[in-house]
Nanobody, 120 residues
Framework: QVQLVESGGGNVQAGGSLRLSCVASGGIVSIRDMGWYRQAPGKQRELVATRPVGGSTNYAHSVKGRCTISRDDVKNTVSLQMSNLKPEDTAVYYC??????????????WGQGTQVAVSS
């Protein structure tokens, strides 16, 4: 079955940088959208960045200019390079992908999440 696995989270000092990675595997035929979301304690999950197959990349206003999303359609990976991190970036970050599996179905898939903690 299709699964998404994130990596790269951890503790970092304010102003530092971090790179999150996600790999999709398991009976994938095609991937349309890939991206990253995050959820802080007591808050709703919010979009960080998405990268469709074609068209414009989308960034949340709070991270625009500090984050760069990229994807590799050969390796089925998506990454998020974050710089100048702030305490308010602290959250669990989730990988997202819209995938056509080998059963002929398009579905949304989510990773288990990776923790990012930014200290001041």
């Amino acid at each position: 079955q299709v699964q998404l696995v994130e990596s790269g989270g951890g503790n970092v000092q304010a102003g530092g940088s971090l790179r999150l990675s996600c790999v999709a595997s398991g009976g994938i035929v095609s991937i349309r959208d890939m991206g990253w979301y995050r959820q802080a304690p007591g808050k709703q999950r919010e979009l960080v960045a998405t990268r469709p197959v074609g068209g414009s990349t989308n960034y949340a206003h709070s991270v625009k200019g500090r984050c760069t999303i990229s994807r590799d359609d050969v390796k089925n990976t998506v990454s998020l390079q974050m710089s100048n991190l702030k305490p308010e970036d602290t959250a669990v970050y989730y990988c997202y992908a819209h995938i056509l599996n080998n059963r002929g179905r398009w579905s949304d898939y989510w990773g288990q999440g990776t923790q990012v903690a930014v200290s001041s």
